[in-house]
């Protein structure tokens, strides 16, 4: 009996004492949670063209809704919908709505939600046929309309205009954003009225455009619930004994070549197609994956990560030196063969060393690329007028159904919007690889790594969910210290 | 002769089945049908070949075993289907498998080469749940579960002939027929403003009578005839049934620390939840604090005897025949989206040692309240992590021999 008790005594002392001086599970209402986070965000718009999307989408989350969402386990869930189905065609769909309210205590409607999503997906007629129902007709078949209308862009917003003329935002969610100063400070403070239920902190807060590597220098974090991590920090906080959630890699870091081969910009010519597939296969994109990014990456040959799909690892071709100069060389022989122009994210550290490494290796295949910084080469608007010949994107994975995710990363890329309609009509996922694998062909987009969300979080925040995609989902956070 | 050909044949047929079998049973992505619906995919999509050159490839976490297994499963997909398997220069079709997963669960596919057509077949499988762990034990917690839901359980009553199920807008009843529970009636809670998050709520039942607490709200019905009335209230909720009675806060998830009854009058900390219990002439109450802090009083309610770190927020109390005869029941402290488990202590004087091995569950534990006539009974809830549904359960004291 003595020996029994001994084991069970020490897993028990670890149950009772591992906790520290908090440890209860049931959350506590109150406080405030602060978030640092790197990028800069203008406006909470989902429809705003933003430098960085991702950002703004965690962001407004907590503002917006849609109709329908994705657990943790992938599991779609009704959210503003409670229930949802379409004809046999699957070109019409109908999403009976939740009672809410919006922010404001008014009553949301369908007519309401016709106008939000028909301003999302301007190729949707949306119409209110009662009061709690939405149709959506689209032009084409959608196989997984209700996991791609969980994508953030689809996310319910009333638009009104205030007395200035300025536009007024109005969400249902779980808080209401009580203070901002665009680029630098966002503050939300919790929906009494929320329809879940009120949430458990009073507010959150994010504080933005934060040097992390300073703030990791002068171990100024405790203030803070959570910061973002880039890729190669993640090292130094975990030897720290802090805690690091990771999502897997997800981000598609991607060289994608702006001009098309024909109709482009004028004046500016494409990068000839063996030139880009002799560039593809010269990366050594193990490298870039083992070093830069720590073994925390993962090379990508697809569009969509390897995790997601199951079937990443039979698109794209394995490095081959030898070949990417024989590519080169024949080029040569027909045409002039012109650096190339590489812009990257001059917010980003590590966009910048992967774009000097693939230099690197485009010179062996005798390529010259040319790296330099561009502030704005996220957003698609800004994208159109940079001198570039490629930029070297990331992306985030907006989405675990894959059909929804690629759709996602089309319209992210601004490229290939013709295949669209072919990837939300793709039943099979066979069909999704072969749309994948052609838009591939063509060698305008060069996958380089996929690529984890990393965060730092004290050890007092609870309930910080972050997907394997690195969405965020806050609606169960709280944080010690609170009444 | 020919005898001994078939028990030859027979042997050889088991050795080589044998573990490629068990091999199959253990991992998930291995079911006759699933490899049946491949094959017959991979036939269609190669328009009926007469003769195919398969070959095989891992890039999944599938064990050398159970790929094997699985190879000679899929073969035998190809023969009984009256296709030869032949070498690549000899088919009609060359089909490379290979298996592959996502986060999800495997991803089967084949690459089907006809002359200089391809073609490609996947087949997705989900994940086997892994059997949950368990340690040994010497008081052992024995669970039992009663209901399962996709819609959140409050608190649940069950007897021989009833189930009544707590949700945040009704109350299930339910009614025994031949050992299944049989929906009997829907009895609507209605409530002016929307529920706090984390939800809590309470269902007393004494004989016909039923008590509902809510934060904000009272109920009060009948089991037979079905009914039940509901009202904004602050009245407070049963912790030591017929001895202490503690005020709920109406818009969060914990006790307000304003104590009545016969043992009350007094004021504790805020507090998640509460459990009492006597010893000998010694009676003994213990608070979870919304703190963080578990305090310990003992015969009287004024100042804690004892201040405990790092316990879980849900407990409650219950009588067995083993140890001193009261355990308290306690979740473990993690956050409510992780995996949780409960574990029973004792208190010797004033300090708390465990006398169960803890008792893992798929989620979070979001309640356990003392119940059965002579408190040997804590119903609890939880809501699996893996399913996403909400399970109502009982947990009683096993004595070890």
Redesign the interface.
């Known amino acids: 009996?003595k020996r029994?008790?001994l084991?069970?005594?020490a897993?028990?002392?670890l149950?009772?004492?591992?906790?520290?001086?908090?440890?209860?599970?049931?959350?506590?209402?109150g406080g405030t949670v602060r978030v640092l986070i790197h990028d800069k965000v203008a406006s909470l718009d989902p429809l705003s063209d933003e430098d960085h999307p991702a950002t703004r989408d965690r962001m407004a989350a907590l503002t917006f809704e849609t109709l329908t969402a994705v657990?943790?386990?992938?599991?779609l869930r009704p959210n503003l919908a409670l229930s949802w189905h379409a004809d046999q065609t699957k070109r019409v769909w109908q999403f009976r709505l939740r009672l809410v309210n919006f922010q404001d205590g008014t009553v949301l409607t369908a007519a309401d939600v016709a106008a939000s999503l028909s301003k999302s997906n301007p190729a949707w007629k949306c119409s209110a046929p009662d009061r709690q129902t939405v149709a959506i007709e689209a032009p084409g078949p959608i196989q997984h309309m209700a996991e791609l209308i969980a994508l953030p862009r689809y996310a319910i917003v009333k638009r009104e205009t205030g007395d200035s003329g300025s536009a007024i935002l109005i969400g249902t969610g779980s808080y209401k954003l009580s203070q901002w100063q665009p680029g630098e400070r966002f503050q939300f403070t919790a929906n009494e009225?929320?329809?879940?239920?009120?949430?458990?902190a009073d507010n959150i807060e994010f504080q933005m455009g934060a040097s992390l590597r300073d703030q990791l220098m002068d171990r100024q974090l405790g203030p803070y619930a959570a910061t973002e991590l880039s890729v190669d920090q993640i090292r130094t906080v975990e030897q720290n004994n802090q805690t690091v959630v990771t999502s897997?890699p997800s981000d598609l870091l991607a060289l994608v070549f702006l001009q098309p081969e024909t109709g482009g910009k004028p004046g500016k010519k494409p990068v000839d197609a063996r030139i880009r597939t002799a560039l593809g296969l010269a990366i050594n994109k193990a490298a870039i994956s083992n070093v830069l990014f720590q073994r925390r990456g993962a090379p990508a040959s697809g569009l969509l990560p390897?995790?997601?799909?199951?079937?990443e690892?039979?698109l794209g071709s394995a490095m081959n030196l030898e070949r990417a100069k024989e590519l080169r060389a024949d080029a040569a022989a027909y045409v002039v063969i012109s650096p190339i122009a590489l812009a990257y994210d001059f917010s980003d550290p590590l966009a910048k060393l992967v774009a000097e490494r693939i230099a690197v290796d485009a010179r062996e295949a005798g390529i010259i690329v040319q790296p330099y910084g561009e502030s704005h080469i996220n957003s698609k608007t800004a994208r159109s007028s940079i001198n570039a010949d490629a930029v070297l994107l990331r992306l985030p994975l907006q989405s675990?159904d894959p059909a929804s995710a690629l759709s996602a990363r089309i319209d992210d890329l601004g490229l290939f919007q013709e295949s669209t309609s072919a990837i939300l009509g793709a039943a099979?996922?066979?069909d999704l690889?072969?749309i994948e694998r052609k838009l591939l062909e063509s060698n305008r987009v060069l996958p380089v790594a996929h690529v984890p969300q990393a965060l730092w979080l004290n050890s007092n925040v609870?309930?910080w969910?972050q997907l394997?995609n690195g969405t965020w989902q806050l609606d169960?956070l709280w944080v010690?210290g609170a009444? | 002769m020919l005898k001994t050909a078939l028990k030859l044949w027979f042997c050889a047929l088991l050795m080589v089945a044998l573990p490629a079998a068990s091999a199959v049973q253990q991992e998930p992505s291995s079911n006759t049908v699933a490899v049946s619906e491949f094959v017959q995919s991979v036939l269609s999509r190669a328009a009926s070949p007469s003769a195919v050159a398969v070959s095989f490839q891992n890039?999944s976490s599938l064990s050398p075993e159970a790929q094997e297994a699985l190879q000679n499963a899929v073969l035998n997909g190809f023969r009984a289907a009256n296709v030869k398997l032949v070498k690549a220069e000899q088919a009609v079709a060359d089909v490379q498998i290979?298996f592959?997963?996502?986060?999800?669960g495997?991803?089967w596919?084949a690459?089907i080469q006809m002359g200089s057509s391809s073609q490609?077949?996947?087949k997705?499988l989900s994940h086997q749940q892994r059997a949950a762990s368990s340690?040994?034990?010497?008081l052992t917690l024995r669970k039992i579960s009663v209901w399962q839901q996709e819609a959140p359980i409050l608190d649940f009553f069950q007897d021989n002939q009833n189930l009544l199920i707590l949700e945040p807008d009704t109350l299930s009843l339910y009614a025994s027929d031949s050992g299944q529970w049989r929906p009997r009636q829907t009895l609507g809670i209605p409530h002016q403003?929307?529920?706090?998050?984390?939800?809590r709520g309470r269902l007393e039942v004494h004989g016909s009578e039923i008590n509902v607490f809510l934060p904000g709200a009272r109920c009060t019905g009948k089991i037979s005839p079905p009914a039940l009335d509901c009202n904004a209230s602050d009245d407070p909720w049963p912790i030591d049934p017929g001895q202490l009675v503690a005020f709920f806060s109406p818009?969060?998830?914990?006790f307000s620390g304003l104590l009545a009854g016969q043992d009350g009058g007094a004021s504790v900390a805020p507090f998640?939840?509460g459990a009492a219990w006597r010893n000998g002439d010694q009676r003994f109450w213990l608070f979870?604090?919304?703190?963080?802090r578990a305090r310990l009083f003992q015969n009287e309610l004024a100042t804690p005897v004892a201040t405990?770190?790092?316990?879980?927020?849900?407990l409650a109390a219950v009588h067995s025949t083993c140890g001193s005869g009261w355990q308290i029941l306690t979740?473990?402290?993690?956050?409510?989206?992780r995996l949780?488990?409960v574990?029973a202590?004792e208190f010797t004087g004033h300090e708390?040692?465990?006398v169960?091995?803890?008792i893992d569950f798929s989620g979070?534990?979001q309640a356990l309240w003392t119940a059965g006539n002579y408190s040997q009974v804590v119903n609890g809830v939880q809501q699996s992590?893996?399913s996403?549904k909400y399970e109502a359960f009982t947990l009683t004291i096993v004595c070890n021999q």
Not at chain 2, 308 to 314: A, D, R, V, Y
């Open positions: 009996m029994l008790l084991p069970l005594f897993i028990s002392s149950l009772l004492t591992a906790a520290g001086t908090y440890g209860s599970a049931r959350p506590r209402y657990d943790a386990q992938g599991r009225d929320y329809w879940g239920g009120r949430p458990f897997r390897q995790w997601l799909t199951g079937y690892f039979m675990v099979r996922p066979e690889f072969d609870h309930n969910q394997v169960q010690e009444r | 890039v290979t592959s997963e996502d986060w999800q495997y991803v596919l690459n490609l077949v996947i997705r340690r040994a034990p010497t403003h929307s529920w706090p998050r984390d939800l818009r969060r998830n914990f998640f939840s979870t604090g919304t703190d963080g405990m770190n790092g316990w879980g927020s849900t979740s473990s402290p993690a956050d409510t989206v949780d488990s574990q202590v708390a040692l465990p169960s091995a803890p979070p534990v992590q893996t996403g």
